[in-house]
């Protein structure tokens, strides 16, 4: 029951204020990454990545209803392992991305579906549009951090986003409208 309720706590819970005993864990940017993937005219999968975010889970261990958890990155952080691919992608065909441009998440929803896993709903943000989005998310690992010498913690999330969603769908659906999302995150307690 204790693992439930610290899975239910860590992942991220109604997005209210925090109280005051909430403990703020940050993204270790270092150990954490968001990667997508996408048909390609039905030949090949395409996969990329973003990197350079930063983020953070209010984990409230007397009420976890109470935590939260929220992200945010630039969408020019976006690394596809081709250059003129990811410049196509910061073009006005899909982005138009300016440097300050930014994807946020908080989240608005849990619904716990196991010892270790819950289902995140949230509002995301992209390209200017925000649409609620629900991650299917696993608590990986909670302890002392053998390094840091402090509280860590780290999950798993995936979700399927569609393009057409965030005006991103030139090519569709010669181009897969999905695109598959996997998170990864640390994140060490801020004392």
């Given amino acids: 029951m204790k693992n439930l309720i610290l899975a239910t706590a860590l992942i991220g819970a109604v997005a209210t204020s925090a109280s005051a005993e909430a403990e703020k864990f940050a993204f270790d940017a270092s150990h954490s990454q968001i990667t997508f993937s996408f048909n390609h005219l039905g030949f090949s999968t395409t996969t990329g990545m973003f990197s ?5 889970i209010m984990y409230d261990d007397e009420a976890p209803e109470n ?9 020019i952080s976006m690394f596809t392992g081709w250059e003129k691919r990811d410049a196509h992608f910061m073009s006005d065909d899909f982005f138009g991305a300016t440097e300050e441009e930014m994807v946020t998440f908080t989240s608005t929803l849990i619904e716990v579906t196991g010892e270790n896993t819950a289902l995140i709903t949230g509002d995301l943000t992209l390209n200017g549009i925000t649409k609620s989005v629900v991650l299917d998310t696993t608590l990986n690992n909670m302890g002392i951090h053998p390094q840091a010498n402090k509280p860590w913690m780290g999950l798993d999330a995936t979700t399927t986003l569609l393009r057409t969603d965030y005006d991103v769908g030139k090519a569709v659906p010669f181009v897969s409208d999905e695109v598959e999302v996997h998170i990864s995150i640390e994140a060490g307690i801020v004392q």
């Avoid at 350079?52 to 953070?56: K, S």
């Avoid at 935590?67 to 969408?75: H, K």
């Fill in 52 to 56: 350079a975010f930063d983020g953070e």
């Fill in 67 to 75: 935590s939260s958890v929220t992200a945010s990155f630039p969408v």
